[in-house]
């Protein structure tokens, strides 16, 4: 069956511009993730939703990030007046239910570049 | 929610060989999960181990949890150039839902 799509699957931008990346997850899967990763680095937690609800949202950096899932699908993590700290493989993961007792499905992730 | 910590950060073998790697951790966990990432097929789920498990196997791949020295290793045997990739460990840990991930071991297979 289909996996965990991300899209677009690069994106550049410029300082300060708006942006969107999208994340459809497994059918069926309740749990959705959004991480982000650097060169070098492990997968950072950004924010966790089960169902349409963000069940976690600690992991984003500041009031510029933002996500949804209106229908307990797809998801969209948002940034506004991006920076170049931005850049980074934004990676989207979903799990067929709750409280991380089951293996995450990731999706390949969208490079993010912020000139 | 708790880090863990790969150990080495970078591993170079020749194709044939064992390669052993491990993550450290700070607290009590639920659960441990391994992964794989590679540029071809991104971050691949290999193995969950759950903390009242001590070992796992799956293929060429064996992973072990020792709670009381709050370790786990990975070991994949016979390694192939294809098993060149990064390896990350995910920590699951008191009430949080979010399996959080270490840097990572850099594994290279020579062929």
């Known amino acids: 069956g289909a996996g965990v799509s991300q899209t677009p699957s690069n994106k550049v931008t410029e300082k300060g511009k708006y942006v969107e990346l999208r994340c459809d997850p497994i059918?069926?899967?309740?749990?959705l993730y959004w991480y982000r990763q650097s060169l070098g680095q492990g997968p950072e937690f950004l924010i966790y939703f089960q169902g349409t609800g963000a069940a976690d949202d600690s992991g984003l950096p500041n009031d510029r990030f933002f996500a949804v899932r209106p229908e307990g699908s797809v998801s969209t993590l948002k940034i506004q007046r991006t920076e170049r700290g931005d850049s980074a493989v934004y990676l989207c993961?979903?799990?067929?239910?709750?409280?991380?007792?089951?293996?995450?499905?990731f999706g390949p992730g969208t490079r993010l570049t912020v000139l | 929610s708790q880090q863990g910590e790969e150990d080495p950060q970078a591993l170079s073998i020749q194709e044939g060989e064992n390669a052993t790697m491990n993550c450290s951790y700070k607290t009590s966990i639920n659960n441990l999960q391994w992964y794989r990432q590679n540029s071809g097929r991104g971050l691949v789920h290999l193995i969950l181990i759950r903390s009242n498990e001590r070992e796992k196997h799956s293929g060429r791949l064996r992973v072990t949890l020792d709670t009381s020295k709050k370790s786990s290793s990975l070991l994949i045997t016979a390694s192939r150039a294809a098993d060149t990739a990064s390896y990350f460990c995910?920590?699951?840990?008191?009430?949080?839902?979010?399996?959080?991930f270490g840097r990572g071991t850099s594994l290279i297979v020579h062929p």
């Open positions: 995910a920590i699951l840990s008191g009430g949080s839902y979010i399996p959080t």
């Open positions: 059918s069926g899967h309740t749990a």
């Open positions: 993961a979903s799990s067929p239910w709750s409280g991380g007792q089951y293996e995450q499905f």
